[in-house]
């Protein structure tokens, strides 16, 4: 913590939440004590040959620090159950909702995205996920050239399984966008290859999304993809994008060839060789 507070800047790797009792969430802590109100998770298409869809080029932005993920909640005890009712807060603003619809639709004009679809259940959850809604539509009005549209929360996750290449950019809320972007991930192979960035107004961490894995410790299988991808990141963060693409550059070349990817990836590489190619890639370069 005192390192961040320092260099305002991190490259972290997974770690592990109890389920259910037991210590909250190291992640949500730190995005709650470095404000990082912005999570971006760029899924990119690397592999190509045993993939359903192989073009998928999106980046979902999920607010970072509201809603129902922060774990704003608490028993209620009746009678002899101390664990009788359970209760959850949900708390959206309309300054993080603008907060986190401005940075989307930058985002958006720096990269040269086009569309951006804004994920909600405002069906349902009127106030909640509404104000998020119009909020982001309000901002959106600003930015002229771009496409702006809304899907519904469970229309969304249909969607991304049945034709995923009508989406380009999605701006959602901090729990809808933990599961969809896991879900984006499956469609380019798994959470092996799939990195994340949290960024707030003068810090940011980077990480691999997926949790830890306990059960191939010390193996040498592990698959170091989305850590590298996250650096990449990184690198783009700090005006060092040419760095950024070189790096995936040679992950990308890595990845065409079943010998030098991991196992997880249907290759036969262990962690050691597929570092080791694109090393040399790198070299090469």
């Known amino acids: 913590m005192d390192n961040i507070r320092t260099t305002r800047l991190a490259l972290k790797a997974p770690l592990g939440t ?8 190291a992640n949500v802590r730190l995005r709650e004590a470095f404000k990082l109100y912005a ?3 760029p899924a990119v298409s690397y592999l190509h040959d045993r ?3 192989d073009d998928i ?14 774990g704003v909640e608490h028993y209620i005890p009746i ?4 664990k009788a009712v359970a209760e959850a807060s949900g708390i959206i603003t309309r300054a993080g909702c603008r907060k986190i619809a401005k940075y989307t639709f930058d985002y958006a004009v720096k990269n040269n995205r086009k569309k951006i679809t804004i994920v909600h259940k405002a069906n349902i959850l009127k106030k909640l996920t509404g104000l998020f809604l119009e909020t982001a539509r309000q901002v959106g009005e600003e930015y002229v050239g771009l496409i702006i ?6 229309n969304t996750a249909m969607q991304l399984v049945t034709n995923p290449g009508q989406f380009d950019m999605i701006l959602t809320t901090n729990m809808f966008g933990d599961i969809l972007s896991d879900e984006i991930a499956g469609l380019i192979g798994g959470l092996g290859l799939a990195p994340g960035g949290n960024i707030g107004e003068d810090a940011a961490i980077f990480e691999a999304v997926h949790g830890t894995a306990p059960d191939i410790a010390g193996q040498g299988i592990a698959n170091p993809t989305a850590l590298l991808l996250a650096a990449a990141m990184m690198l783009d963060h700090i005006e060092e994008k040419s760095l950024g693409d070189r790096l995936r550059g040679a992950i990308k070349t890595v990845l065409r060839d ?3 990817r991991t196992r997880d990836l249907k290759g036969t590489a262990n962690t050691k060789a597929y570092t080791a190619a694109i090393m040399r890639h790198l070299a090469n370069t």
């Open 18 to 25: 109890p389920i259910g009792d037991g210590f909250r969430s």
């Open 258 to 260: 079943p010998k030098t």
């Open 39 to 41: 999570n971006v998770r």
């Open 79 to 82: 009678d002899d159950d101390p």
């Open 51 to 53: 993939r359903r869809y």
């Open 57 to 70: 080029d999106i980046v979902l932005i999920r607010e970072n620090t509201q809603g129902f993920y922060v």
């Open 149 to 154: 549209e809304d899907r519904i929360v469970d």
